[in-house]
């Protein structure tokens, strides 16, 4: 373990350095790793432990697209892929990677292949921390831990084969075998983490559900509306109005942001850009704080797991959802974006010739 100081504040973390691959695979060697769900986390997380020599197997259902993602991938029926109940049985550490509504409809027949010394293990705090609701309530002799990737599993999975790592979150809810710190940590370096930070269930999925509907996404789309929207009613043309409110933001800033920092940006731009950029955030800063802290209060309540639940699980919500996609997808901004993306496809692929 290591202390490092984030903006003065510090905090133990867990590196490859403290924690070698090596070790992990020694202290889970016994170990059959069961791998619930191919879909958004469990392809990244299963291939990344398979290449790294954990004795890994998948549990999928039969004749979905998921079940043939995991053929293409190299899994073998009958030898490292298996219905969700025979994976579950034959599992000792079960990593339950299905979506939140998955995970509520599968309880009750996972449950019944979590016997005495397995391990459950998550990768979203959502069915511990909310189980008033979603009824996720393992029993007290097995051991329950969580690695959260802070990325979506094609991020993980296209990260570790360029031999770099997503930051990942590790907790334990539970601890029957006196030993499941040290098992999370080895499956979040199984998984290819660049480096460990404590949390707890609980924590996990407060910040995950802020992070989504806030900055990562939901604040994100809302203010490129809102840009793209009054570039346009100023006159602007469709191509100015994206360029200027993504293109320039996804394919320029935010790489140097995450490369060099904010205050690298600021201090490497025009003077009228960084005037402006300095100048202004405070004004957007004091705007969404309200917002947000009324977003954290509706996760922190419940109501946003209440809300994923119930619209979650009625039957006509992946028409609804579809509808909504479609909504966005069609409208002149992402239009635009599609139009822009191709002309960027063109002109790189002209640069290559």
């Not at 990260?159 to 499956?187: C, H, P, R, T, Y």
């Not at 469709?238 to 060099?260: H, I, K, R």
């Not at 969404?288 to 009324?294: F, H, R, S």
């Not at 959802?321 to 069609?330: F, Q, S």
Request: one cysteine or more; proline letters at 4%.
């Amino acid at each position: 373990m290591a202390t490092i100081n984030f903006g003065g504040v510090p905090e133990t973390v867990i590196t490859r350095d403290e924690f070698p691959l090596q070790k992990a695979l020694e202290f889970l060697k016994d170990e059959t790793i069961a791998v619930i769900g191919y879909g958004v986390q469990g392809p990244g997380q299963a291939l990344n432990m398979r290449d790294n020599g954990f004795h890994v197997i998948v549990g999928q259902r039969e004749g979905t697209p998921s079940w043939e993602r995991a053929l293409k991938d190299g899994w073998v029926p009958g030898e490292s892929l298996f219905s969700i109940e025979e994976a579950a049985d034959k599992g000792t550490i079960i990593c339950n990677l299905l979506s939140d509504a998955g995970q509520i409809a599968l309880w009750p027949t996972l449950q019944k292949y979590l016997t005495p010394g397995k391990t459950l293990y998550f990768s979203h705090g959502f069915g511990i921390t909310f189980n008033d609701q979603t009824g996720i309530v393992p029993s007290k002799d097995i051991d329950v831990i969580l690695v959260a990737p802070k990325g979506s599993g094609t991020s993980l999975r296209r990260l570790f084969v360029a031999g770099g790592g997503l930051n990942s979150s590790f907790a334990v809810f539970q601890d029957a075998s006196g030993k499941a710190w040290e098992k999370a940590i080895a499956m979040g370096i199984g998984v290819g983490s660049g480096y460990l930070f404590e949390t707890d269930f609980k924590r996990e999925v407060y910040s995950d559900l802020t992070g989504e509907r806030g900055v990562l996404m939901g604040a994100l789309a809302g203010i490129i509306e809102a840009q793209y929207q009054v570039l346009r009613q100023r006159g602007h043309s469709p191509s100015e109005a994206f360029n200027e409110t993504v293109e320039e933001l996804t394919q320029s800033l935010v790489p140097l942001v995450g490369e060099n920092g904010m205050d690298w940006m600021f201090g490497n731009c025009s003077v009228t850009a960084q005037r402006g950029a300095l100048d202004w955030k405070g004004k957007f800063r004091e705007a969404t704080l309200p917002v947000l802290n009324d977003l954290y209060d509706s996760v922190a309540s419940g109501q946003e797991a209440r809300r994923t639940i119930e619209r979650g699980s009625t039957p006509n919500y992946r028409a609804e959802l579809e509808a909504e996609l479609k909504e966005v997808r069609e409208s002149e901004l992402w239009q635009t974006g599609a139009t822009v993306r191709e002309l960027r496809s063109r002109s790189s692929a002209s640069v290559e010739v």
